[in-house]
């Protein structure tokens, strides 16, 4: 057969294929990977719990850190050409079994790490309810329960906070989101022209304050809300890691005397290196004389609300026009977890109004695609709702109580080794120093996590490089905290 003719065949064939699928009924429904039958969901579901379950409990007895070997990995994975589908019993056990030796294990009780917790419980039974249900939160009346839900536990979190009645807010996806809300709130209270005109609403240079300790978030939103990175002024610390109000002060005389348009005071209520806590009534009093929004960033700190007995410490927060808390931070939900709390639900439907024929309701204060940055929106909240429900605040105040004394224990274990700790260790995060004569900081926290038996890390406290120990997980035992000890203690002085 020529080359033409072969092709001609096969043109012909084609045509006929089609025409005969054409006038076909569709055909039975296979066995969809994608939509499997409810026998094979039920078997696969089990399957799963039980993996999961074994490797929770795997995990405490396995080192901290990853143990696989990244390379091999890699090419293990590039031969995932998703030509050839592949079963998904076996994919749920692989993806298991790489997940216990290919991450940092926060759910370790000997991981002293950075703010991510091991998940409550209940959390990750929202999450399964939230992905079956898969509800879509961007209106309230598409999912009311939901909405209703998550607007409840916010209201609840807003007065436990001291924040007027009225007070409002959401969840976001994290402490980042939330803060840029703040931002996002402030520039529009500010210029109301703002919305319409960007930067360009302002006489001179938007400009905020936060300081010298606080997330570097604020300059990726600084960035992004387009008033450039170098809006964002970072105020000295007190020699403890606290913002200095004496400083603030002068900043805010000097920037105003450069034409510059103050916006925002940012506190931090909780510093992601050390915990402290900036002096919260002194910024709030200067930011109502100078006309500024007024925002306390307690992503960490925040959860300090829950305890009758630690809640003092966050005195000022009250005073606040916005508040970012991150349940999925102390508070021990699942990741991606946060909340913005304001004082007044206004600031926010006028930052984020907006209108489109196709959505199903326009309730200004209620529709949470009208009063925050999102649109299409997870149902974030019933994390944190099932776990105060489940917890009260009496369990969740144990919570973070429990955290706080293990932090002392650990605090006077190493003191009694000769180890200083360079902040106010209130909040359970530690920045200590080896004792004079012992290996570097750097050293130390390379050796600590390259034994496996615990996981700290390294930061800069006032100026100087200290080992970070933070107590997030609800079920480090005091077991944990002295092979925490002995593991430092071997690393200072290998
Ligand atoms: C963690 C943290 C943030 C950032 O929050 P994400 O949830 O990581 O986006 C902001 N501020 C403080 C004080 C934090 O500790």
Same mark, same amino acid.
């Given at each position: 057969?020529?080359?033409?003719?072969?092709?001609?065949?096969?043109?012909?064939?084609?045509?006929?294929?089609?025409?005969?699928?054409?006038?076909?009924?569709?055909?039975?429904?296979?066995?969809?990977?994608?939509?499997?039958?409810?026998?094979?969901?039920?078997?696969?579901?089990?399957?799963?719990?039980?993996?999961?379950?074994?490797?929770?409990?795997?995990?405490?007895?396995?080192?901290?850190?990853?143990?696989?070997?990244?390379?091999?990995?890699?090419?293990?994975?590039?031969?995932?050409?998703?030509?050839?589908?592949?079963?998904?019993?076996?994919?749920?056990?692989?993806?298991?079994?790489?997940?216990?030796?290919?991450?940092?294990?926060?759910?370790?009780?000997?991981?002293?790490?950075?703010?991510?917790?091991?998940?409550?419980?209940?959390?990750?039974?929202?999450?399964?309810?939230?992905?079956?249900?898969?509800?879509?939160?961007?209106?309230?009346?598409?999912?009311?329960?939901?909405?209703?839900?998550?607007?409840?536990?916010?209201?609840?979190?807003?007065?436990?906070?001291?924040?007027?009645?009225?007070?409002?807010?959401?969840?976001?996806?994290?402490?980042?989101?939330?803060?840029?809300?703040?931002?996002?709130?402030?520039?529009?209270?500010?210029?109301?022209?703002?919305?319409?005109?960007?930067?360009?609403?302002?006489?001179?240079?938007?400009?905020?304050?936060?300081?010298?300790?606080?997330?570097?978030?604020?300059?990726?939103?600084?960035?992004?809300?387009?008033?450039?990175?170098?809006?964002?002024?970072?105020?000295?610390?007190?020699?403890?890691?606290?913002?200095?109000?004496?400083?603030?002060?002068?900043?805010?005389?000097?920037?105003?005397?450069?034409?510059?348009?103050?916006?925002?005071?940012?506190?931090?209520?909780?510093?992601?290196?050390?915990?402290?806590?900036?002096?919260?009534?002194?910024?709030?009093?200067?930011?109502?004389?100078?006309?500024?929004?007024?925002?306390?960033?307690?992503?960490?700190?925040?959860?300090?609300?829950?305890?009758?007995?630690?809640?003092?410490?966050?005195?000022?927060?009250?005073?606040?026009?916005?508040?970012?808390?991150?349940?999925?931070?102390?508070?021990?939900?699942?990741?991606?977890?946060?909340?913005?709390?304001?004082?007044?639900?206004?600031?926010?439907?006028?930052?984020?109004?907006?209108?489109?024929?196709?959505?199903?309701?326009?309730?200004?204060?209620?529709?949470?695609?009208?009063?925050?940055?999102?649109?299409?929106?997870?149902?974030?909240? $019933?994390?944190?709702?099932?776990?105060?429900?489940? &917890? !009260?605040?009496?369990?969740?105040? #144990?919570? *973070?109580? @429990?955290? %706080? =004394?293990?932090?002392?224990?650990?605090?006077?274990?190493?003191?009694?080794?000769?180890?200083?700790?360079?902040?106010?260790?209130? $909040?359970?995060?530690?920045?200590?120093?080896?004792? &004079? !004569?012992?290996?570097?900081?750097? #050293?130390? *926290?390379? @050796?600590? %996590? =390259?034994?496996?038996?615990?996981?700290?890390?390294?930061?800069?406290?006032?100026?100087?490089?200290?080992?970070?120990?933070?107590?997030?997980?609800?079920?480090?035992?005091?077991?944990?905290?002295?092979?925490?000890?002995?593991?430092?203690?071997?690393?200072?002085?290998?």
């Amino acid at each position: 057969m020529t080359g033409a003719a072969e092709a001609l065949r096969l043109e012909r064939g084609q045509a006929a294929s089609f025409c005969a699928e054409a006038s076909i009924p569709p055909p039975a429904p296979r066995r969809s990977a994608l939509f499997p039958p409810r026998e094979d969901q039920q078997r696969w579901d089990d399957l799963l719990s039980q993996e999961l379950a074994r490797a929770d409990a795997q995990v405490a007895a396995q080192p901290v850190a990853p143990t696989i070997d990244l390379a091999g990995f890699k090419r293990e994975l590039a031969g995932f050409d998703f030509e050839t589908p592949r079963a998904l019993d076996a994919m749920l056990e692989w993806t298991v079994a790489r997940m216990e030796r290919g991450i940092v294990q926060v759910t370790h009780p000997r991981y002293f790490g950075l703010f991510n917790p091991a998940p409550s419980f209940p959390a990750q039974c929202a999450d399964r309810i939230t992905a079956t249900f898969n509800p879509q939160l961007a209106s309230s009346t598409t999912s009311p329960v939901a909405v209703e839900i998550e607007a409840h536990v916010i209201r609840a979190f807003a007065r436990r906070a001291g924040l007027p009645p009225e007070a409002t807010g959401h969840f976001t996806t994290g402490g980042t989101e939330a803060n840029y809300t703040a931002l996002v709130c402030a520039l529009t209270g500010a210029a109301p022209r703002f919305a319409a005109e960007g930067a360009r609403a302002f006489p001179g240079p938007p400009v905020f304050y936060a300081s010298r300790d606080s997330h570097r978030a604020w300059l990726k939103i600084a960035h992004q809300a387009g008033i450039g990175r170098s809006a964002v002024r970072l105020v000295a610390t007190d020699g403890a890691g606290r913002m200095d109000a004496n400083a603030l002060a002068d900043a805010l005389r000097a920037d105003r005397a450069a034409g510059c348009v103050p916006v925002m005071i940012a506190a931090t209520a909780g510093t992601t290196n050390a915990g402290m806590v900036d002096p919260l009534v002194d910024c709030g009093a200067i930011a109502r004389s100078a006309g500024l929004w007024y925002h306390v960033d307690a992503a960490w700190g925040g959860a300090l609300v829950v305890s009758d007995r630690l809640r003092g410490r966050l005195a000022g927060i009250e005073l606040a026009d916005s508040v970012t808390v991150d349940p999925h931070k102390w508070l021990a939900t699942t990741m991606g977890c946060g909340m913005f709390l304001a004082a007044r639900p206004d600031a926010l439907s006028s930052a984020f109004h907006v209108s489109a024929s196709y959505m199903p309701s326009k309730v200004a204060d209620l529709d949470p695609y009208m009063t925050s940055v999102q649109w299409s929106r997870r149902f974030l909240g $019933l994390r944190l709702f099932l776990s105060l429900a489940a &917890a !009260g605040w009496s369990g969740y105040g #144990a919570h *973070v109580e @429990r955290s %706080v =004394a293990l932090a002392r224990r650990l605090e006077e274990q190493l003191a009694a080794q000769a180890w200083t700790t360079a902040n106010d260790a209130s $909040l359970a995060v530690l920045c200590i120093e080896p004792p &004079a !004569g012992a290996a570097d900081v750097r #050293a130390v *926290v390379r @050796r600590v %996590v =390259a034994s496996g038996r615990a996981w700290v890390s390294e930061a800069v406290f006032e100026g100087r490089p200290v080992v970070r120990a933070c107590v997030t997980h609800g079920g480090t035992a005091p077991e944990d905290v002295a092979a925490l000890v002995d593991a430092l203690q071997a690393a200072a002085s290998a």
